[in-house]
């Protein structure tokens, strides 16, 4: 265990002479938030709520600086269910300065990214025993630095490296129309690619990625993370990085047509999807440590992930314009002999401007269904069955506030032989 843990810190060290390495000039900055964090509309497009901030924010962002500071919130009631109507509310703030420092200290091609969110509430989907969260929020209630790194990029973007603090789940697995959606396999990635250890935010963990886009309309990218079991407790407040656990090594290979493929990949908003634009994703997440069998107290060596999805444009009123119809599709598989939730499957349509209004409006429908494996069943239960769930919202944009009113059904929840309707809406804030 501790020679893991050896050549882990060696190779994240080893990254750092990446980064004296010359530089082309950088390519424009990617998204670098993810999921429902992440912003539906350009910022100039979209505003905040209050405002310039006397000019301070423009003046900023010419030294190449640009701040973000949202509340994100999702209001969810079970109206029906074999437990006890409940509503619940989750809420975030989040905060996240990222630094161009090609324009700040004249450092080409260099760039640092942080972010620290706040978050609590209640969690609707624990309380129903549910394997999809309604929320793509909810998790565990906490006030910390989430992720930092520092990038590099070579090429125009086309080649770069991070180093730092920050989660696999990001951005391996995550769903590119994630913003559209409100429960968790759609909105943000899918269920179980934790069984890995896969790192999530916010409880981020040491991590360093390669990044390659060989072709125009292609990308290939790796990274190593450290893949701790007990991430809240070992760091709680997220400032000192713990080299904890097993190295867990994720890849993916992406193809994007209709755009131009960039080294990291970003995710889509009001203006990537103009024209017949799309992203394929191949990745496999690998973690060398023990797992236990179901069967006996036993362990083996080794679990791994595999997933593939999919995100098109199917339908365009004009074929240069985002107004239409698009479509995703994920599934993933992992060993059923280590693995609970062993294979998750998403799919939806998502229809762009569909009401004739003067705000930019969404609706879509999201279809998820969890298997469980029969290996872990404890003996003389009954046999699980596929939970599935399927959601239909709306989303509308106003300026620098966002509500999208969801209702979510659910059958066979959790595996059993229950269902529940879930109603609610988020609503967030861009200050």
Not at 21 to 39: C, I, R
Not at 52 to 75: E, I, Q
Not at 242 to 261: D, I, W, Y
Not at 385 to 411: C, D, H, M, S, W
């Amino acid at each position: 265990m501790l020679g893991d843990h050896l050549k882990f810190i060696v190779f994240m060290l080893s990254a750092v002479c990446i980064f004296a390495l010359p530089a082309n000039a950088q390519a424009p900055q990617e998204e670098t938030l993810a999921g429902p964090d992440a912003h539906e509309a350009a910022k100039a497009a979209h505003g905040h709520l209050f405002g310039d901030w006397g000019g301070a924010r423009t003046r900023l962002l010419k030294r190449g600086v640009k701040l973000d500071l949202h509340y994100l919130s999702d209001s969810l009631w079970n109206v029906e269910s074999q437990q006890k109507e409940r509503f619940a509310s989750y809420d975030r703030v989040r905060g996240t300065v990222d630094v161009d420092l090609g324009t700040l200290v004249n450092l080409e091609g260099l760039s640092f990214h942080a972010t620290a969110v706040w978050q609590a509430g209640g969690n609707l989907g624990a309380y129903l025993g549910l394997i999809a969260n309604p929320s793509g929020i909810a998790n565990t209630n906490t006030f910390r630095l989430d992720s930092w790194w520092i990038e590099k990029r070579w090429l125009n973007g086309r080649v770069a490296a991070r180093l730092g603090q920050f989660a696999g789940q990001d951005t391996y697995g995550d769903q590119d129309y994630g913003k559209s959606y409100v429960f968790v396999p759609l909105a943000d990635n899918l269920d179980n690619l934790f069984t890995t250890i896969e790192s999530f935010d916010p409880p981020s963990t040491p991590a360093m990625e390669i990044s390659v886009a060989p072709l125009r309309h292609v990308y290939v990218k790796s990274m190593v993370l450290a893949g701790d079991r007990a991430p809240f407790s070992h760091n709680p407040t997220g400032l000192v990085p713990q080299f904890r656990g097993t190295p867990v090594s994720v890849s993916e290979v992406g193809f994007t047509p209709g755009k131009k493929a960039s080294a990291v990949h970003g995710p889509e908003n009001v203006e990537s999807r103009k024209g017949y634009s799309g992203l394929y994703q191949f990745g496999a997440a690998y973690n060398p440590g023990n797992f236990t069998m179901p069967a006996s107290a036993t362990t083996r060596p080794g679990n791994y992930l595999l997933y593939w999805m999919a995100s098109q444009s199917l339908w365009r009123v004009d074929p240069k314009e985002a107004k239409g119809v698009d479509g995703t599709f994920a599934y993933d598989w992992s060993p059923a002999n280590v693995n609970r939730n062993n294979t998750t499957l998403s799919a939806g349509l998502r229809f762009n401007e569909p009401l004739p209004l003067r705000i930019h409006n969404t609706m879509a429908l999201g279809y998820v269904q969890n298997s469980l494996s029969p290996q872990f069943l404890p003996s003389s239960a009954p046999a699980w069955k596929t939970e599935r769930g399927t959601e239909f919202n709306a989303l509308f944009l106003v300026g620098p506030l966002l509500l999208q009113p969801v209702i979510q059904y659910y059958a066979d929840a959790g595996g059993g032989s229950q269902r529940a309707v879930v109603l609610g809406f988020r609503t967030k804030v861009e200050f």
